[in-house]
C-alpha cells in the first residue's frame, strides 16, 4: 500500500503562485508515476500534470500547460502560476504502479482563485 498526503492549498488572489506538496509513503518502490488531478464543484475529476518517480517525463493538462510545473525530489510539487478564477478545486495528489491505473489518492486540498 502507498499512502499519500498533500498540503500546500489556499486562498489566492488571481495571478498568484501556490506550491502543492505530495509526500508519499509505505511501498514507495512499487510507485510508477505520480500525477496531480483536480475536481472543481460540479465537474468530474480530471487531470492536471503527471510525473514519473524517477523526475522524468512531465505531462500537462493543456489547461496549465505553461503556467504549472510539476517535480519530484523528496516531495512530488506541484508550482501553479499565474493562477486563474477556474483553476479553484480540490487538488488531488495520485499514484500508480506499472500495470494499472492510478489506485492511490490522497485526501485532496482546496485551492481556490478569487478574481
Known amino acids: 500500500q502507498v499512502q499519500l498526503v498533500e498540503s500546500g492549498g489556499g486562498l489566492i488572489q488571481a495571478g498568484g503562485s501556490l506550491r502543492l506538496s505530495c509526500a508519499a509513503s509505505g511501498r514507495t518502490q512499487s510507485i510508477y508515476r505520480m500525477a496531480w488531478f483536480r475536481q472543481a464543484p460540479g465537474k468530474e475529476r480530471e487531470f492536471v500534470a503527471g510525473?514519473?518517480?524517477?523526475?522524468s517525463n512531465t505531462t500537462y493538462a493543456d489547461a496549465v500547460k505553461g503556467r504549472f510545473i510539476i517535480s519530484r525530489d523528496n516531495l512530488v510539487r506541484l508550482q501553479m502560476n499565474s493562477l486563474k478564477p477556474e483553476d479553484t478545486a480540490v487538488y488531488y495528489c495520485a499514484a500508480r504502479e506499472l500495470s494499472t491505473t492510478y489506485s492511490y489518492w490522497g485526501q485532496g486540498t482546496q485551492v481556490t482563485v478569487s478574481s
Open positions: 510525473i514519473f518517480w524517477s523526475g
